[in-house]
């Protein structure tokens, strides 16, 4: 219980911050602490079931295109191999995939879920959807397609400039 009240005073305090100290604070700072946010939410309910928000990354991925080798998942995670390379040994010692090579390609390593693990998403995907409810509590259809509509521009225009930025050497 204690837990809670903790975080739901530093919610208060984030959220003052937020609206009275610095309202017109940057932009990635206030997504941040939203994405914060949700992970917190999403980390406490994936605990229940001895899943970690980094498996629940790799989870998310293989529910749609089970099958994968570590590489693709890594790239898919966005995260480097290494990364990718303990949370697969964690989850197979857990039960969740299995990792297996395929006679067609003897070199690649392919990731598979398990029953136990492709039955975690009717478990976990009811947490996902519910948390995601109570962030756009009070917020109308219309703002949640603008902030979607938003969100995705700004990951375009960065992801534009990242490629643009790779062939000059200028620092901006």
């Not at 932009?27 to 001895?50: E, P, V, W």
């Not at 598979?112 to 409810?133: C, D, H, M, S, W």
């Not at 109570?134 to 225009?157: F, Q």
């Amino acid at each position: 219980m204690s837990n809670r009240q903790g975080s739901s005073g530093d919610n208060q305090v984030l959220l003052r911050r937020w609206r009275d100290a610095v309202p017109n604070d940057r932009l990635a700072h206030l997504i941040k602490d939203a994405t914060r946010g949700l992970s917190r939410a999403m980390q406490t309910r994936l605990a229940r079931y001895n899943v970690s928000f980094g498996h629940w990354v790799f989870l998310r991925i293989l529910w749609e295109k089970d099958g994968l080798t570590q590489r693709e998942l890594s790239e898919e995670a966005g995260l480097m191999e290494p990364t990718t390379f303990s949370a697969l040994t964690t989850m197979e010692k857990l039960g969740y995939i299995e990792r297996r090579k395929l006679p067609h390609s003897r070199k690649n390593v392919y990731v598979f879920l398990t029953n136990e693990g492709r039955a975690l998403k009717e478990k976990l995907v009811p947490f996902a959807e519910y948390i995601n409810q109570i962030a756009v509590a009070n917020v109308t259809p219309a703002e949640v397609a603008t902030t979607r509509k938003v969100l995705l521009a700004i990951i375009e225009n960065l992801a534009r400039e990242e490629s643009e930025a790779a062939g000059r050497s200028e620092e901006v």
